[in-house]
Structure formats: C-alpha cells, structure tokens
C-alpha cells in the first residue's frame, strides 16, 4: 500500500528532455505530497520539486527551475517529472519520495521513497 515505484530515467544528450514518472499506490495519492530528489556521484542528495497532496503548490529547486515541471495525475496514481534542457550537471540518480500533505525540501521529512532511476546527460 505504501509503493512508490520510478520509471523513464536513461542516457539522453545534453540540450534534450525525459519524463520521470513515479507510480504510487492509491494511499499515498490520496494524502501524500510527493517529492523528487537526486544525488549525484559523490554529492549529497539534493531536493529538485514537489507537488502538494491536491496539487495547488508545488516548487522547484534553483537549479531545475523553468527546465523542470512536476505535475500529478491523481486518476492514474501517478506523479510526472518533465524534464527539458537537460545538463550533465542533472546526471544523478532521481527518487520520488512521499510525505503527508504538504511540501518539504528535508529529505527527512518524507516517509516513503522508492528505489530510484538512473538520469545520464552526455554527449
């Protein structure tokens, strides 16, 4: 009940774009905000968006803002990380992450991760 579940990381150039998508169960997206975090090789992890339990808020890091976009489609229990214009500085492992209702940049704050997805920007 408690499942968050990545999918569409992979190796893309610099300049191009992937969609993250983080399924979770029906629980968590009926009263979670969810969170995308990354760490890079050798760096601490690192928030990058969330989205609020009913989607009304959500914020982005200084470092993705206007290239990333987090929306949640409650209808297919699913929360989507549009990612464009993509940087090597953007190569890292990326979780989604839950946490009740509201929005944190603490990592500690989230109860639920799920395993993660691999994003490589190279040439």
């Known amino acids: 009940q408690l499942q968050l579940v990545e999918s569409g990381g992979g190796l893309v150039q610099p300049g191009g774009s992937l969609r993250l998508s983080c399924a979770a169960s029906?629980?968590?997206?009926?009263?979670?905000?969810i969170g995308w975090f990354r760490r890079a090789p050798g760096k601490e992890r690192e928030g990058v968006s969330c989205v609020s339990k009913s989607g009304s808020i959500t914020n982005y890091a200084d470092s993705v803002k206007g290239r990333f976009t987090i929306s949640r489609n409650n209808a297919k229990n699913t929360v989507y990380l549009q990612m464009n214009s993509l940087q090597p500085g953007d190569t890292a492992d990326y979780y989604c992450?839950?946490?009740?209702?509201?929005?944190?940049?603490?990592?500690?704050?989230?109860?639920?991760w799920g395993q993660g997805t691999q994003v490589t920007v190279s040439s």
């Open positions: 029906r629980f968590i997206m009926n009263f979670h905000a």
């Open positions: 992450a839950a946490r009740p209702l509201s929005c944190s940049s603490s990592p500690e704050a989230y109860d639920h």
